[in-house]
């Protein structure tokens, strides 16, 4: 204990690469004493300068990798006086090495949101409030936002009752930071998005959230919603109110609402123009994929739409429950007309199965199952031509069910899941990582035909997906 502490100042006073074995190395010593020296050499050695100023002996990439490690199995430190040290070192080595740390940044926000709500001690907790600051006021508002709305879906996270308060709450602190260009219509967010809107009902921030982000970039909040189910898009409508779908009295800054943004979401009571002037096709911003095929001259097929009349934006103002306004009536009676009208095409099968899917809550326990056993035949017989319109919605149903609350239900979307994996691979590069995720968490379950399904989806997974993208995607949970 004393050398070690006589190493330790040795490293303050002679630079800290002299030295930098020995306090590494007593960071992981069972000796409180030597953990404390250790920590508080880092901490004079990170003080030598003042930021942006360089250090006379700075650390190595080698070493900053080691001090995370080290830092990650530190936030479980329950010495109270180690604790103090190990969140002020944190808090200087983030503002001294950030740009460094951006690998690290989800491990650091999950380990210091976990420590923020379970910490009881008030002095504590003012200290890990700190650190949580200089974390937040290091690292670029964009990867903020990214790795905190990932935070919010990912499964492995603890239960903690406080946990989703604090990463709403640090996501409200971000918010005047970012830039339109920060929120991006990509899976993870979408998920993300969706489980705000679940929350909001109960949680004000989540609601200030969204209503936030919608504001941000209304185009953005627009392509996410037009992505999710229409269970969800109500939800999402109601929590945003007007900055995301045009619900609600206020007016958008911009002027009326013909003149919005193209992302905009149609969701109010404004009757639509005469009938004969309406297009025999559905909207086209709900078609990924559109304006490239109509600026290379190709014509779309009439598919049937994947929800109901209503899903499109026939809610009306679903914020004060107005959804029965004879233009909604004349709009939906419009849009049956022309679904009724319109010949199937190859692929109206999979069309009907995914809008049936999407609207599960109207289905019985027996309903769901099959439906998801049909759609198993669809991928085994290879019978899915257009790929390009289909997959997302086909993986987006298929993760959805897999929380289903019957296990046949789950089992059968597992297995789809697995002739998913099987027929387009290739698909699966953007998703890969929730992919993954949803099927681990799926051992996990009670039932073991679901987790006999889940260890198939694995198998085929593994030697399907790129093995090189799947390590990336599993270290960390492994972390």
Partial sequence: SKDNGVHASQAVSSGYSAGQEVPIQSWQSRDSTNRRDALAALIACLDAAEPPEPLPQPLSQLEIRRICDIFTRLFTETNGRLAQLFMEALARFVTRYHADLHDWLYVLLTRLLTRLATECLASQAARVQAASDAVMSAFPADLLLRQLLHSLIDHSQPALPGLQAHSLRLLLQLLP?????????????????????????????????????????????????????????????????????????????????????????????????????????????????????????????????????????????????????????????????????????????????????????????????????????????????????????????????????????????????????????????DFLELTLLKILEAHADSDRAVSRAAEGCAKVAATRLPADACLRALAPIAQ
């Fill in 177 to 429: 930071r970012l830039e339109p260009g920060a929120l991006r219509p990509a899976p993870d967010t979408r998920l993300a998005v969706s489980r705000l809107a679940l929350m909001a009902r109960d949680e004000p921030a989540a609601r200030r959230l969204l209503t936030g982000l919608a504001r941000l970039n209304p185009a953005a909040m627009a392509a996410l919603a037009r992505a999710m189910p229409e269970g969800l898009r109500a939800r999402l409508a109601e929590a945003a109110g007007t900055a995301c779908c045009g619900n609600g009295t206020d007016s958008p800054p911009e002027g009326d609402r013909s003149s919005s943004s193209p992302g905009s979401i149609p969701d109010g009571p404004s009757p639509p123009p005469p009938p004969p002037a309406l297009s025999s096709e559905p909207p086209a911003n709900l078609w990924p994929g559109d304006a490239s095929r109509r600026s290379n001259g190709e014509q779309r097929p009439k598919v049937l739409p994947l929800a109901r009349p209503g899903s499109l934006g026939f809610h009306g103002n679903s914020r004060n429950g107005v959804g029965k306004s004879a233009a909604d009536d004349r709009l939906r009676r419009w849009a049956e007309r022309q679904a009724a009208s319109q010949v199937p095409p190859p692929d109206s099968a999979l069309v009907r199965l995914l809008k049936d899917l999407n609207n599960s809550q109207s289905l019985s326990h027996e309903d769901r199952k099959d439906r998801l056993q049909n759609l198993h035949s669809l991928l085994r017989e290879k019978s899915i031509d257009s790929w390009d319109e289909h997959f997302k919605s086909v993986l987006l149903v298929l993760l959805e069910t897999m929380g289903d609350g019957e296990s046949d239900v789950r089992a059968a979307s597992l297995t789809a899941l697995q002739e998913l994996l099987t027929a387009q691979p290739t698909r699966f590069a």
